[in-house]
């Protein structure tokens, strides 16, 4: 029949959806903002210029950090140190998340010194405006420190006084997450007035390994003049390399307030000027033995008279991308849409309440999987009205399937006029035969929306749920080919599309034990293709996140249990 083939298209058309969905709505591309040139300092005044040399010899991070003289930091969320000579922040390890759930897994190291194999880290410091030989503090400036710890109660000044008697000082506070406030200072004892403007910039040598998927941004990330800018570390090489004499126009923007740095999957470093300070914005790229990928800002022109001081302030975050965190400092420190760091997509309408929701039941459940299955419970009692209508008419349905195999038999060749005697029966009897596309054709946003969360949130990262899911955010880890954890050994690439976790087989029966509650299509062909539709959706769900699988499965259990429910009163009714 029509209606069914028209049931089984929907449903043929969201298992595309759910892989290919993101090839359909690609990124939205950002519009930036255009200045006036005179309103801009010249590019020798930009970030241009922080060249990286080629190192002989790769170090480890151990031996690259006993070569300098060091303050060290920790709170309950990060650990590190920040290099004297040049003042530079160049080690971070966050201690809350590890690379692997291996017992004996090293911690996430997101800055890592020069010397390394993937150099990252932020400077700070001045320029002249005009070459007035005016001796400023560089990247082989050694500086002395009031301290050698930092800490959240302990806040640590960095000092150097050149040859003419000025002094410049870094302020450095950390809280308890990831967030630094950073405070340039100048003293000028010199006796002549000096003119010079401050600059700070994240810097990431050779390209990072990148997940390099569809639905997730990993690169260059800005919020400036409230317009997203996200790019990746292609576009930085292509359109804002240093040695071109024009760049594409995202490349140099002038703003107030605002942030900009670099994103990873779950982790992300961003300097935050105040929200009174109008910046000069530059993202850049550079070659010189190795791939450097720079995003910073310049301040205003400061003339400072002899006998006067003068302060430059800031902020940094490096860390977890984190809702609870990020939302904290949206509204505690005023910081633009800071959640927008995290990559909810075009559906954000959708991705950012879901995200919320499963955090607020978290909270009180103390476990997600437990929140995605309140989750789960609260979307059904949404749906319940439309849910409960659909699987009353599909009831209906499965009680007429007597006549209308009569009328089949009787109609055997006129199939216009079984048609119209089945029209006919449908409004007799009150049943709509498409009343049972609703629930799926609702239900395809919500899973999209779960299924970005999981991807891209922190907060389901290594996230346990009971038994053998140890992470709600991989796939089950018991799989057919290892029979189910008995047989232990490394299934290959070729057969991890056989290898069937649990979870996916208890939601792929579930879908079974659903489909035989809802009338069989009258067409054989039609009822064949169905049949295999919950073995294909298992297949399909198995690389997808536990945490997804949970979901599909809770909600078929809910459903077979409403429309159970539904049909035995109507079966009842008119038995």
């Not at 298992?15 to 590019?43: G, H, K, N, Y």
């Not at 505690?332 to 954000?348: E, H, K, M, Q």
Request: hydrophobic share 40%; charged share 20%; with cysteine.
């Amino acid at each position: 029949m029509n209606e069914q083939r028209n049931l089984y298209l929907a449903i043929g058309i969201s298992i595309a959806i759910i892989i290919f969905f993101q090839l359909l709505f690609p990124t939205q591309p950002i519009q930036t903002t255009s200045f006036e040139e005179d309103e801009v300092l010249e590019p020798a005044t930009s970030i241009d210029g922080q060249s990286s040399q080629v190192v002989s010899e790769i170090q480890s991070r151990d031996e690259a950090l006993i070569q300098t003289d060091r303050v060290i930091f920790e709170n309950a969320s990060i650990k590190g140190s920040i290099n004297l000579k040049g003042a530079i922040l160049d080690d971070l390890i966050l201690s809350k998340y590890k690379t692997s759930l291996e017992p004996d897994s090293n911690n996430i190291q997101l800055l890592l010194p020069d010397g390394t194999a993937n150099p990252y880290y932020i400077e700070t410091g001045w320029k002249e405006l005009k070459n007035s030989n005016i001796e400023l503090p560089n990247l082989e400036t050694n500086w002395k420190t009031n301290s050698t710890t930092l800490s959240p109660s302990s806040p640590v000044t960095l000092s150097w006084t050149n040859n003419k008697n000025i002094t410049f000082k870094i302020n450095y506070q950390v809280d308890d997450e990831y967030m630094f406030t950073i405070t340039q200072e100048i003293e000028n004892n010199s006796g002549e007035d000096i003119e010079v403007f401050p600059y700070r910039l994240i810097k990431r040598i050779n390209t990072p390994d990148t997940i390099n998927f569809f639905i997730l941004h990993e690169g260059l990330i800005s919020l400036i003049n409230d317009e997203l800018l996200e790019k990746n570390y292609d576009d930085i090489s292509d359109d804002c390399n240093s040695s071109m004499q024009t760049k594409k126009e995202f490349c140099d923007n002038k703003t107030q307030g605002g942030w900009l740095g670099f994103t990873d999957k779950y982790w992300m470093s961003a300097l935050i000027p105040d929200a009174d300070q109008s910046i000069n914005v530059n993202y850049r790229y550079g070659n010189n033995g190795r791939d450097s990928y720079r995003a910073g800002y310049v301040g205003q022109i400061y003339k400072i008279n002899s006998g006067e001081n003068i302060s430059y302030g800031g902020k940094l975050f490096v860390g977890a991308k984190k809702l609870n965190v990020l939302s904290a400092y949206d509204e505690n420190l005023s910081i633009p849409r800071f959640t927008d760091a995290i990559d909810w997509g075009w559906f954000s309408f959708l991705t950012k309440p879901v995200s919320y929701a499963i955090n607020w039941f978290f909270g009180y459940a103390g476990n997600f999987g437990l929140a995605i299955i309140a989750f789960t419970i609260l979307m059904r009692l949404i749906l319940f009205p439309l849910a409960q209508a659909s699987f009353k008419s599909m009831a209906k349905m499965k009680k007429l399937q007597p006549d209308m195999q009569r009328l089949k038999e009787t109609y055997p060749n006129d199939r216009q006029k079984m048609q119209q005697e089945l029209m006919a029966l449908y409004k007799r009897e009150g049943a709509n035969p498409v009343a049972g596309c609703l629930p799926i054709l609702v239900q395809i946003p919500i899973f999209f929306s779960l299924y970005k969360v999981l991807f891209v949130t922190i907060e389901m990262y290594h996230a346990p749920f009971y038994g053998w899911i140890h992470d709600l955010s991989a796939p089950d880890p018991l799989g057919l080919m290892t029979i189910f954890g008995l047989v232990p050994w490394d299934v290959p690439p070729i057969l991890s599309i056989i290898d069937i976790g649990i979870l996916p087989i208890i939601m792929g029966f579930t879908m079974w034990l659903q489909q035989k509650l809802n009338p069989a299509p009258a067409d054989p062909t039609q009822a064949r293709i169905f049949a295999l539709l919950p073995f294909v959706f298992t297949f399909v769900l198995a690389g997808f996140a536990a945490g997804l699988v949970l979901y599909w499965s809770v909600n078929n259990i809910l459903s077979i249990a409403q429309q159970w429910y539904i049909q035995r009163r109507i079966l009842a009714k008119n038995g």
